[in-house]
């Protein structure tokens, strides 16, 4: 029997993609716009209070002064590394076809690096430690002061609210003299709880991470001297971020949130 072509085009009443776009339970796959209950975003959210705006606007107002290298201002901060090693040989580039590396890893163990940035300058340094402990803070404190800016009068250190950023780890690691006198030309600049996003040297631990890390390294050794080089570069070019945001910004972008007397 014949179908003329309009009895073949016309719809049925029934959707032309069949069942398949219906779910397990037969409800329809949600549009764009719908509510998704089963979906969430992880996000950092903080509480913006009188304590919140201080810390910020202090961090903010320490950004816009002028570059004095007998004042310095360093950006401190930390993360751990997990070490892996290939369990096979990777396969070369060949043409046509990329690399290829086997989806087994192995475990080699964490070790942290602790990173210091010092935005105007466009300089940074890392230091690599197998473990991090208040003691460690203290040592990275010491070769701060006594080795990175041995004549600086007085260094303005902005660091998160970790347990272990604190002055008197100094004596818990050396004599009283000396613990002092290191404390003594360190000035902490706290930034807010949840809001390490103003601490600038997180924008250089990014691109670490990209950059550099982004990757199977095996050895504490290998790890070390891919991070030298990545160094090197960028302090030879001085790569600084373009950081706009001001104190004066924040009162108009986070009005709605400043207490209000």
């Known amino acids: 029997r014949h179908v003329d072509d309009a009895t073949a085009g016309r ?9 398949e776009h219906l779910r397990r339970d037969g409800s329809a796959d ?15 959210i903080s509480k913006v209070d009188a304590k919140f705006v201080y810390h910020m606007e ?8 002028p570059y004095d290298p007998l004042y310095p201002t360093v950006c401190f ?3 751990s ?3 892996l090693d290939h369990t096979r040989p990777p396969l070369p580039v060949e043409p046509g076809c990329p690399a290829r590396v086997d989806y087994e890893y192995k475990r080699n163990g964490t070790c942290n690096l602790f990173a210091f940035f010092e935005p105007h300058r466009g300089w940074r340094h890392i230091r690599l430690t197998q473990q991090r402990t208040k003691l460690d803070v203290a040592e990275c404190l010491r070769e701060l002061v006594e080795q990175l800016y041995p004549h600086a009068k007085k260094i303005s250190v902005v660091l998160d609210n970790l347990n272990v950023h604190t002055l008197w780890t100094l004596y818990e690691r050396y004599p009283a003299e000396q613990a002092r006198s290191i404390a003594g030309r360190l000035e902490f600049h706290h930034t807010p709880v949840h809001a390490s996003w103003l601490n ?6 990014s691109a670490l991470a990209r950059q550099c890390l982004a990757r199977r390294l095996p050895d504490i ?10 160094q090197t570069a960028r302090n030879t070019t001085q790569l600084k971020p373009d950081w706009r945001f001001t104190a004066r910004d924040a009162r108009t972008t986070l009005a709605r949130h400043y207490p209000r007397n």
């Open 200 to 205: 600038m040297v997180e924008i250089e631990l």
């Open 58 to 65: 202090d961090v903010l107002d320490l950004y816009e002064e």
């Open 81 to 83: 590394y997990q070490l």
């Open 221 to 230: 050794d290998i790890l070390s001297r891919e991070i030298a080089a990545w």
């Open 77 to 79: 901060d930390e993360r």
């Open 11 to 19: 719809s049925s009443g029934r959707d032309a993609r069949g069942r």
């Open 30 to 44: 949600p549009e764009k716009g719908d509510i998704k209950p089963w979906q969430h975003k992880q996000w950092c």
